[in-house]
């Protein structure tokens, strides 16, 4: 059996909004893209301003239970603290984890007055036997993302393997692969996917670039995102996948070069009823969510 290039099944462009204190950022997953789309994936935000008013005022104390987020920071400096003592800066080239678990309060705030705020901060949903775990924090500074140069081309290694090389973010459920690809003008890259099971999706921020299969690639611009194709939402036919399985990414660079994310993750399938930063499997608990909230028990 053979392995193929993932087609891209969609590509759309994030809706522009505000969030936290009016801090202006674009909604790619949970606006245009559903999270069903993309299990085990709630949201995708990108902020990117050089306009203090955009997001001087940051994101005040606010709850969250039930999920993990993980914020990439590419320009300037985020301070994070929550109601349990945990606290750290966020600078150029690092990562955050953090799981809410049964969970937390915190606040995101930045930690300049001028200058350029450029960032991402995505949601993973928790499956429902993890959903009331114990609140953690993981910073991993920017030195301790390994990174693969040749060329034409840099891939920054955040979760999963590429070339050999483990990424930092490791032991979660859903197994995430998280790259950072920055190509060179006309410059080629292909990387297995471990699963044709796995959601996967790229999110263009620099250039553009064609996605897909040799004679089937799809243009993507800066600042969208391109969903591909597995097991749930693909159209091959069973005797098609008995002889192939689409289990790859090719890429090919504009005439500017291109710069992409390119995640993936093993979906949950489970119920998601989402209120906010609350997320959660039933309404009830929800409900319950937030009377602990209001009860002081996060």
């Known amino acids: 059996m053979s392995s193929v290039s993932r087609k891209v099944l ?23 893209i559903k999270s069903s789309e993309v299990d085990p994936f709630l949201m995708l935000d990108a902020f990117k301003s050089d306009n203090p008013d955009d997001y001087i005022a940051g994101f005040p104390d606010h709850p969250h239970r039930g999920q993990q987020t ?3 920071m590419i320009e300037g ?40 705020m450029f960032g ?8 429902a036997a993890e959903k009331m775990s114990e609140p953690w924090y993981k910073d991993i500074p920017a030195a301790d993302i390994p990174e693969v140069n040749t060329d ?3 891939v920054r290694i955040i979760a999963g393997v590429y070339d050999g090389i483990e990424g930092p973010v490791r032991d979660l459920h859903v197994k995430p692969i998280f790259l950072d690809v920055k190509l060179k003008a ?45 097991k749930d939402n693909n159209t091959l036919s069973k005797d098609d996948q008995q002889q192939s399985i689409p289990n790859k990414i090719d890429v090919t660079a504009g005439e500017n070069g291109v710069r992409f994310l390119f995640l ?32 002081g028990k996060f």
């Open 186 to 230: 006309n410059a080629k890259f292909s990387e297995e996917i471990p699963d044709f099971d796995h959601s996967s999706f790229v999110y263009v921020f620099e250039g553009e670039g064609f996605f897909g299969p040799q004679g089937n690639q799809v243009k993507i611009g800066d600042q969208h995102i391109g969903l591909l194709e597995n």
């Open 70 to 72: 993980l914020t990439y």
């Open 264 to 295: 993936s993750a093993k979906p949950l399938r489970e119920p998601v009823v989402q209120h906010g930063p609350f997320v959660m499997n039933t309404q009830r608990e929800i409900q319950q969510a937030f009377y602990d909230f209001q009860s």
């Open 120 to 127: 991402f901060q995505f949601w993973l949903n928790l499956a």
């Open 152 to 154: 034409d081309k840099k």
């Open 77 to 116: 400096a985020m301070l994070h603290e929550d109601n349990r003592k945990n606290r750290g800066l966020l600078l150029p080239g690092m990562v955050q984890i953090m799981n809410a678990g049964k969970g937390i309060i915190h606040s995101e705030i930045p930690q300049q007055r001028d200058g350029m």
């Open 10 to 32: 969609k590509v759309a462009k994030g809706i522009a909004t505000k969030d936290g204190d009016g801090v202006s950022l674009t909604r790619v997953i949970g606006g245009s």
